[in-house]
């Protein structure tokens, strides 16, 4: 059969119908022509459906929960454009996803007629039916307003699509949820796909992206009643583990595959230069690390409990579990010579970025080795002393560090919790037994095998319970892709991000590499090991926390603790919306485009 290629190679808008190079009857694969001529090709498009092409991840740098060694994203420093290529991809994508899953719906009655079981055709309209609420309730919430196709656009109508408003792209993703939760089932036998939970999930998160609080308490109290899900055991094992029934919608790295997710996918720039990473080049961020509140529930600007001369201690459990732990400053381990290097062992090797350590013990032969994760040998030690722990295990080491097959949970029930704690915040309906049943119960988890009670949140004020919420969400989420969407729907990324990122001290060559000689070393090299050894490294003193969980931290650069890495940039006029894709208005002068875009 003749081949028509259509070359539209930065065009999405034809994605509606077809793939970017068109070809209408490939002689290699199926075709509109002649697929779902059987079940097996039939479960083939289905199944195509379930990789980060369809359900993209958010890049971990457009949080403020990380922070890089060497760049910032375009969402953070006011340099995203219409041309931006991520942008043009998510839009495509989520079209393309959107034009199989009408084919695959309009394709049910030949289904019927080649005999596929009714029960089957059933889950697949299911899914094609999730796939459409996920990608319409994302277009709203990046874009607004947006094109919304219900049956099946011809080429033609296209080139002349308009963008419909938000709210009835809104109305259409929440009936597609809710007709994939009527059709699909509660869980699988040995398989890992969109079930009737995953739809009230997914139905609930784009409601609160959205603002809409009450489709969100209803979507995500449904989920809860399912009573198919629940909190794993341990907060830390829950991101190493191989299955966990908090897992509602995930993505599983594979070795023999060669297919690796999140942090998984990124080994050398998570692990320390000591274990053969890159020293933390995507570290926990500065302001991540001051949310953590004490273990008597306050933030550390209003805790007794905090003590700067030990980031780590008297802090929720989390903290530890997250961030690589270190014994900081000249604190009272050190002082009273109780400092047992073994208590603070990471990937084989003491973990201490403290500048006047030379060396520090590995633990396969009990040695003291050269200290490469400390800027005392390393220019490119983590910029700001921290680096993360969730996530990361043994794995990371095998597999020549390519890649390590651990599970980013996409969306977890933890995660359901909390959506459903703040829409009932956000409506004034929140009670103590919503809080005992949500926030309580992942703290009660965090705290689990630590012989400290955990601390109750107690009923307050609807400000009050919003910061609580906002906090939770910041730590107990930390480092999984949804900061950046907490940002931009609370409306407040303008704050964080014209704000700038900070690092130490800037970086040295190694002519300063310290040998315990101050005479030998720069005078600001001299000013760092001061700073550590009166307990201000890698943070100094005590940041206001504000209303939001998030700290200021520029008083900071004042005291000469840390210095400015980078600034950040948010228009506050145009950043909450995405543009849409310059290339997509080219070809149909029918798309209107945000504002200031």
């Known amino acids: 059969m003749k081949k028509y290629r259509i070359l539209i190679c930065a065009t999405s808008l034809l994605s509606l119908v077809s793939c970017v190079d068109l070809n209408l009857s490939p002689l290699s694969e199926g075709s509109s022509n002649n697929w779902y001529s059987t079940q097996a090709e039939i479960e083939m498009s289905v199944n195509d459906f379930y990789r980060t092409d369809f359900f993209p991840i958010d890049d971990m740098l457009w949080g403020d929960d990380v922070t890089a060694r060497n760049s910032t994203s375009s969402v953070q420093n006011g340099t995203l454009t219409a041309e931006d290529g991520t942008i043009a991809t998510r839009w495509q994508n989520y079209y393309k996803g959107i034009a199989r899953a009408l084919r695959l719906i309009n394709s049910m009655d030949h289904a019927r007629e080649v005999g596929v079981p009714e029960k089957d055709i059933t889950q697949y309209e299911g899914e094609a039916y999730f796939y459409m609420g996920y990608a319409y309730g994302m277009l709203a919430f990046h874009w607004g307003d947006a094109i919304l196709d219900k049956t099946g656009m011809t080429l033609d109508e296209a080139y002349k699509a308009t963008r419909s408003p938000k709210a009835e792209v ?18 699988y036998s040995g398989l890992q796909k969109a079930t009737k939970g995953a739809a009230y999930a997914f139905k609930a998160r784009i409601a609160l992206y959205n603002g809409d609080y009450a489709v969100a308490e209803e979507a995500a109290k449904k989920c809860m009643d399912l009573g198919i899900y629940k909190l794993h055991g341990n907060y830390r094992d829950l991101f190493t583990a191989s299955a966990s029934e908090e897992w509602i919608f995930f993505f599983r790295g594979d070795v023999t595959l060669k297919k690796y997710y999140w942090a998984g ?5 998570c692990i320390t230069r000591l274990s053969g990473g890159w020293g933390g080049q995507k570290a926990p961020s500065y302001e991540l690390v001051c949310a953590y509140p004490c273990t008597d529930g306050k933030p550390i600007d209003e805790s007794p409990l905090y003590n700067p001369k030990d980031l780590f201690e008297n802090r929720d459990p989390r903290m530890a579990m997250t961030i690589v732990p270190f014994a900081t400053a000249y604190n009272k ?62 794995s990371f080491l095998e597999n020549g560090k390519a890649g390590a097959p651990t599970t980013y949970p996409m969306m977890r029930y933890g995660d359901v919790l909390l959506m459903y704690a703040e829409a009932m915040i956000e409506q004034g309906k929140c009670t103590q ?22 601390p109750r ?14 906090t939770e969400r910041f730590i107990e989420l930390a480092w999984e892709g949804q900061r950046y969407a907490d940002l931009i729907r609370w409306r407040i990324a303008g704050k964080v ?48 926390i504000d209303e939001d969980g998030i700290a200021d931290l520029k008083y900071m650069v004042d005291a000469g603790y840390i210095v400015v890495a980078t600034e950040r940039k948010f228009d506050e006029e145009r950043d909450y919306l995405w543009p849409v894709p310059a290339a997509d208005i080219l070809v149909n002068s029918n798309l209107s485009q945000n504002p200031k875009w």
């Open 457 to 470: 949140v107690i009923l307050g004020t609807q400000q009050q319970m919003r910061t609580v919420l906002r």
């Open 170 to 187: 809104l109305a259409y993703s929440y009936e597609c949820l809710d007709k994939a939760a009527e059709r699909l089932p509660e869980k």
């Open 497 to 544: 991000y014209n704000r700038p990122a900070y690092f130490l001290l800037r970086a040295w060559s190694g002519s300063n590499s310290w040998d315990g000689d101050e005479n030998k070393v720069s005078a600001e090299y001299k000013r760092l090991i001061q700073n550590w050894k009166d307990g201000n490294y890698p943070l100094g003193g005590v940041p206001q």
């Open 333 to 394: 381990k050190v002082l009273d010579g109780t400092y047992n290097p073994k208590d603070y062992m990471w990937l084989g090797y003491e973990y201490s970025p403290d500048p006047t350590r030379t060396t520090v013990l590995r633990a396969s032969d009990e040695t003291q080795v050269g200290n490469n994760d400390s800027k005392a040998r390393a220019e490119h030690a983590s910029y700001n002393g921290f680096v993360f722990r969730k996530f990361i295990d043994e």
């Open 265 to 269: 996918a990124d080994v050398q720039n």
């Open 433 to 454: 037994e919503v809080l005992d049943a949500t926030i309580n119960k992942l703290r009660e988890r965090a705290y689990a095998g630590t012989n400290m009670a955990y």
